[in-house]
Antibody
Framework: QLQLQESGPGLVKPSETLSLTCTVS??????????WGWIRQPPGKGLEWIGS???????YYNPSLKSRVTISVDTSKNQLSLKLISVTAADTAVYYC?????????????????WGQGTLVTVSS | QSALTQPASVSGSPGQSITISCTGT?????????VSWYQQHPGKAPKLMIF???NRPSGVSARFSGSKSGSTASLTISGLQAEDEATYYC?????????FGGGTKLTVL
């Protein structure tokens, strides 16, 4: 059974870099029909897609976050990572990793069918 | 790109049916048959309930169904049960991007 587990610091200082890792078990991150994504949810608010990556390294990012986000993948460890620079209190959220189904020759990203449990990251001095 | 528009809340009594709408534009909901719906209970991760407008993943109750007309998608839950009380989010493909709705809190009276 596929499992995703987020890990990383729960507290980050303003202006610093938020770094998280997602470890995938029970399946290979090197799947031809899936991307792997990050989604966040500020306390009491809705979901926001951050970006998604293919096992070969191709990425799609939310235009509103693109200038601050880097998503990478390590197929040898079956992991994906998220880096978000210059964080502020507005970046305080539960961060989820998820498997992102892709369709068609141009790999349209269509739905998330497996999620991690999420990890709360608070930005505060 | 703006978030998809959902009502903030809906409610219904056990056994009844409810429908949650999700309005977008011709660049997202109206342009592709790639609308999905997620159920989220407090403190839990979202769970996929509907994909590609009207398909249910294995294990999801047939009481959940989806549809789309123009740029508005809908999630219908029939035979409401207490366990259906949760927040529901729609999502759509949007030209190399993914959009979510703001979420609808379903209260089972």
């Amino acid at each position: 059974q596929l499992q995703l587990q987020e890990s990383g610091p729960g507290l980050v200082k303003p202006s610093e870099t938020l770094s998280l890792t997602c470890t995938v078990s029970g399946g290979s991150i090197s799947s031809s029909t899936y991307y792997w994504g990050w989604i966040r949810q500020p306390p009491g608010k809705g979901l926001e897609w951050i970006g998604s990556i293919y096992y070969s390294g191709g990425t799609y990012y939310n235009p509103s976050l693109k200038s601050r986000v880097t998503i990478s993948v390590d197929t040898s460890k079956n992991q994906l990572s998220l880096k978000l620079i210059s964080v502020t209190a507005a970046d305080t959220a539960v961060y989820y990793c998820a498997r992102h189904r892709a369709r068609g020759l141009n790999m349209m990203l269509v739905y998330f069918d497996a999620w991690g449990q999420g990890t709360l990251v608070t930005v505060s001095s | 790109q703006s978030a998809l528009t959902q009502p903030a809340s809906v409610s219904g009594s056990p056994g009844q049916s409810i429908t949650i709408s999700c309005t977008g534009t011709s660049s997202d909901v109206g342009g592709y048959d790639y609308v999905s719906w997620y159920q989220q209970h407090p403190g839990k991760a979202p769970k996929l309930m509907i994909f590609d407008v009207n398909n249910r993943p294995s294990g999801v109750s047939a009481r959940f169904s989806g549809s789309k007309s123009g740029s508005t998608a809908s999630l219908t839950i029939s035979g409401l049960q207490a366990e259906d009380e949760a927040t529901y989010y729609c999502s759509s493909y949007a030209s190399s991007s993914t959009l979510f709705g703001g979420g609808t809190k379903l209260t089972v009276l």
